[in-house]
C-alpha cells in the first residue's frame, strides 16, 4: 500500500477492530491455544485482528486492575498466521488505545520485542503493582521447581506510578 512502503503487502488485508460480545468464543478460543492466562478475558476489553475473510486471527486486552493500573494482556495470534507481523499489529494498536503507563507480564524471551515498544523491565518487587509482584512471586516458585531456562518479567511504560489517568478500558475485575 502507498504511504507505508515498508510495511509487506500482506499486513494490509488484517485490519485491527473492537470486539463484540459475539466475539467471546473465539478470544476464549485463541488464548487457550496460545497457552497463556486463560482468566479475565471479558470481551469489552478486547481488541481483534481480523483477516480478509473476516475470520479473527488474533486479539489483546486492555485489563484495568483494582489499584487503577493498566496491564497490556492476552495478546495472541492463531498459529498459522504468526510471523507476519500481527502481533507487532496488535500491540501498537493497544498502545494507541491505552492510557500512557501500561503494564505487562511476560516470559522473558519475549522481553526483547516489548522493548521495541517502549517497555522497560521492572527488577524490584517494591516498584511492582500488588497483582503484578503476586503473580510473579507465584511464577517464581514454578520457574525454581520446573528450572527452566524462561522466568516471567514484570514490564512497565510511560508515566511513574500513580499519574495514569483512569478511563474505562471495560469491568474492572483483575
Ligand atoms: C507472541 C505472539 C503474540 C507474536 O505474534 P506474531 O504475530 O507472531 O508476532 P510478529 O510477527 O508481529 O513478530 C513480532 C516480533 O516478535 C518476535 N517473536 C514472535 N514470537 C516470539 C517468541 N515466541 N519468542 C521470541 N520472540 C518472538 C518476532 O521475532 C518478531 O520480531 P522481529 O519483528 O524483530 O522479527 C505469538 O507468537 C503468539 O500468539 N504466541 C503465543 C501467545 C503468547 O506467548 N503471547 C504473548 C503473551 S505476553
Redesign the pocket.
Known amino acids: 500500500m502507498s504511504g507505508e512502503p515498508d510495511r509487506p503487502a500482506w499486513e494490509f488485508h488484517v485490519v485491527l477492530r473492537q470486539a463484540t460480545e459475539a466475539d467471546q468464543p473465539v478470544i476464549r478460543q485463541l488464548v487457550h491455544q ?3 492466562n486463560p482468566l479475565g478475558l471479558n470481551w469489552r476489553r478486547f481488541t481483534l485482528a481480523q483477516d480478509e475473510c473476516g475470520r479473527i486471527v ?1 486479539c489483546g486486552q486492555l485489563k484495568p486492575h483494582r489499584d487503577g493500573v493498566v496491564e497490556l ?5 492463531e498459529e498459522s ?10 500491540i501498537e494498536g493497544l498502545i494507541e488505545r491505552g492510557p500512557d503507563e501500561l503494564w ?4 522473558s ?2 522481553a ?2 516489548y522493548q ?1 515498544f517502549g517497555f522497560a523491565q521492572v527488577e524490584s518487587p517494591a516498584a511492582m503493582p500488588t497483582y503484578f509482584r503476586r503473580v510473579r512471586g507465584l511464577a517464581g516458585l514454578i520457574h525454581n521447581l520446573a528450572r527452566t531456562n524462561e522466568y516471567l518479567s514484570v514490564m512497565r511504560r510511560g508515566s511513574s506510578p500513580g499519574t495514569t489517568t483512569r478511563q474505562d478500558y471495560g469491568a474492572t475485575k483483575s
Open positions: 496460545a497457552g497463556i488474533g494482556a492476552s495478546v495472541a495470534v498466521r504468526r510471523g507476519q507481523g500481527i502481533g507487532r499489529r496488535l505487562l507480564m511476560c516470559r524471551s519475549l526483547p520485542l521495541g
